[in-house]
T-cell receptor, first 113, second 111 residues
Framework: DGGITQSPKYLFRKEGQNVTLSCEQN?????MYWYRQDPGQGLRLIYY???????QKGDIAEGYSVSREKKESFPLTVTSAQKNPTAFYLC????????????FGNGTRLTVT | KQEVTQIPAALSVPEGENLVLNCSFT??????LQWFRQDPGKGLTSLLL?????REQTSGRLNASLDKSSGRSTLYIAASQPGDSATYLC??????????FGGGTRVLVKP
């Protein structure tokens, strides 16, 4: 059963700690994305990767880091430099073409206190 | 910079009524426009994708239109059902494989 798996579903951290969110896909998709969603707002792009070992900053990359060592995996690290890390984080993927729809995972809700 | 707006932010209709959801965007130089559905606490599910050369797409009770020149798209859901209650988001894609999302319309279909 193909899809995108994000784990964990809920994550709690203390301020000042780095935390890594997992995203794995078995859809054989080339492109992967990380979005952040805040209440009542649309999704904002953090980072995206169109191919293994390559990634680009999105609109709100400050305080975040990613890696793309394998096609299936695109983990996101929320660092202590991110000023407002509490949010709902969504991972997505698609084939490399602009005419293919995005497939999303079920998200990770991060709470930092 | 591309901006995508969805009005209204929330909508409530009785079961059986047709739903009309609006999406507007500021830059008409887009590759495609997508409509998504999001249930509470979940990820997004792609409903329809309209390429820039197309005027509309249909899937079952859903029909989406695209007017690039006016920067508008409309999602029609015929004969709404309580199971259609969700948040609907639109997103436009321009150069660079980047999508810009609207804030969504939260829909409640009352039995």
């Amino acid at each position: 059963d193909g899809g995108i798996t994000q784990s964990p579903k809920y994550l709690f951290r203390k301020e000042g700690q780095n935390v890594t969110l997992s995203c794995e896909q078995n859809l054989n998709h080339d492109a992967m994305y990380w979005y952040r969603q805040d209440p009542g707002q649309g999704l904002r792009l953090i980072y995206y990767s169109q191919i293994v070992n390559d990634f680009q900053k999105g609109d709100i990359a400050e305080g975040y880091s990613v890696s793309r060592e394998k096609k299936e995996s695109f983990p996101l690290t929320v660092t202590s430099a991110q000023k407002n890390p509490t949010a709902f984080y969504l991972c997505a993927s698609r084939t490399g073409t602009a005419v293919s729809p995005l497939h999303f995972g079920n998200g990770t809700r991060l709470t930092v206190t | 910079k591309q901006e995508v707006t969805q009005i209204p932010a929330a909508l409530s209709v009785p079961e059986g009524e047709n739903l009309v959801l609006n999406c507007s965007f500021t830059d008409s130089a887009i590759y495609n426009l997508q409509w998504f559905r999001q249930d509470p606490g979940k990820g997004l599910t792609s409903l329809l994708l309209i390429q820039s050369s197309q005027r509309e797409q249909t899937s079952g009770r859903l029909n989406a239109s695209l007017d690039k020149s006016s920067g508008r798209s409309t999602l029609y859901i015929a004969a709404s059902q309580p199971g259609d209650s969700a948040t609907y988001l639109c997103a436009v894609e321009a150069a660079g494989n980047k999508l810009t999302f609207g804030g969504g319309t939260r829909v409640l279909v009352k039995p």
